[in-house]
Structure formats: C-alpha cells, structure tokens
C-alpha cells in the first residue's frame, strides 16, 4: 500500500487549496460510513482513517454510505480529492452489468417530507425511493469530462463523468445545484446521503485508490 500513500499525500496537499472556504465542513471517514453491498454483495476493502480512505477493490463492488448531517443538508458545493494507483479498462458507462468504474461519489437528494419518514442510512431504500434523486460523480469510462447519463439502473440516477478510465491523482470541486438542474431540472431538496463506490466486479480487474474527505458547502 506504499505506493497509495504517496498519493494520498499529494491529494491531501491539492484538496486543501479547494477546502478553502471557511464555511466547507469535512465528512470525516468515520464510524458514521458503513459498506453496503449491492445485489451479489462482493465487498471492497475500505480503509478509513478520518481525512483521507484508501479503497481495494479485486473484482468486487460495495458502497460505503453515510447520512447528511442535518447541517449539510443544504450544501451546494463539493470538493475532494482522489487518486487511482492501478483502476479497471474503460467501460460502457451506460451499460448495465459492463460498467465498472475506478471510483464513484454519490449524492442524494429528496423531499423533506420523505426524509422526515426515511431511513438515510440505509442506501438500498432511499436510493429507490420514487423521490430520490443521484448525481454519481465517476472516474472511469472513456467519454470526456462532464458527459451527462443516464443511469442503467435507476431512472432518478444521473451519472457524470469527471474522469476517464486511468491513473493519477486529481482535487475535484463541483457545483451540485448547477448540475442537478441540468440532470433533473429545478432545485435540490435536501442532501440526504453521501456514497462512494468502486466497481471492478464486471471485468475481473483489480482497484488500488484513495479518496480525501468530501468537503461540502
């Protein structure tokens, strides 16, 4: 895992000039995020350890999921940071049981009437829930930055693409309220769930990666 640590590093040190403004507020990697398996329940290796994770994934898919604190449920801002040591071949983003990607950042949105009645921990729910809605935010694939899809799973689920597939380390800094009217229209309800995913069941690869805290704002 040297080899994660030097990017972590580096990521750590980029990602502080995006968490700049004095109103961003870490999700620490901690107790509060919990793996959630998907359908055939292969599990990654995710090391948390506060500011930064560190994410194995050999030829498996999982989430690792936390709720929104209640006061970051109206953030518009993300930033974080991530690198990838060794990732997955490029993939059909839109095809459903071919779509592994080096990493994945989920975000959820619904009804405060909904989130009232709503488990927020528990991601398989709320993510079908008829009035949620995603972003995933991915590194992978092979279409240029900002691709705009359709998920093939679920029809309140939009993908865009940040990265194609490879390696490296990059900060991110995305506008979640501009990008969710452009995927869905109007404005966000309430920031519910924040997730992380990497996927490399599909094509039997192997994912060496690392991910700074989300700092949201």
Do not use: C
Not at 59 to 78: C, D, E, I, K
Not at 92 to 113: C, E, H, M, Q, V
């Amino acid at each position: 895992m040297k080899h994660i640590a030097s990017a972590i590093a580096a990521v750590l040190l980029a990602s502080t000039s995006l968490a700049g403004s004095a109103t961003a507020q870490p999700l620490l990697f901690d107790k509060n995020w919990t793996e959630q398996g998907f359908f055939r329940l292969f599990s990654n290796d995710y090391r948390m350890q506060g500011a930064s994770l560190q994410v194995v994934s050999d030829g498996t898919v999982s989430l690792l999921w936390r709720a929104t604190p209640v006061s970051m449920q109206g953030a518009t801002r993300a930033s974080w940071g991530w690198a990838v040591a060794e990732g997955v071949p490029a993939t059909d983003l839109s095809r459903k049981g071919g779509d592994d990607r080096n990493l994945a950042i989920y975000f959820a949105w619904t009804t405060p009437a909904k989130a009232a009645g709503l488990n927020p921990k528990r991601a398989t729910a709320l993510l079908r829930d008829t009035d949620t809605r995603v972003l995933v935010y991915v590194w992978g694939g092979d279409d240029v930055r900002g691709t705009l899809q359709d998920s093939p799973y679920l029809a309140g689920m939009k993908t865009i693409v940040l990265r194609p597939a490879g390696t490296g380390q990059q900060s991110e800094s995305v506008d979640l309220a501009a990008d969710y009217a452009r995927a869905f229209g109007g404005t966000p309800g309430l920031l519910v769930g924040v997730g992380i995913s990497a996927d490399s069941d599909d094509t039997g690869s192997t994912i060496r990666a690392s991910v700074t805290a989300p700092d949201l704002r």
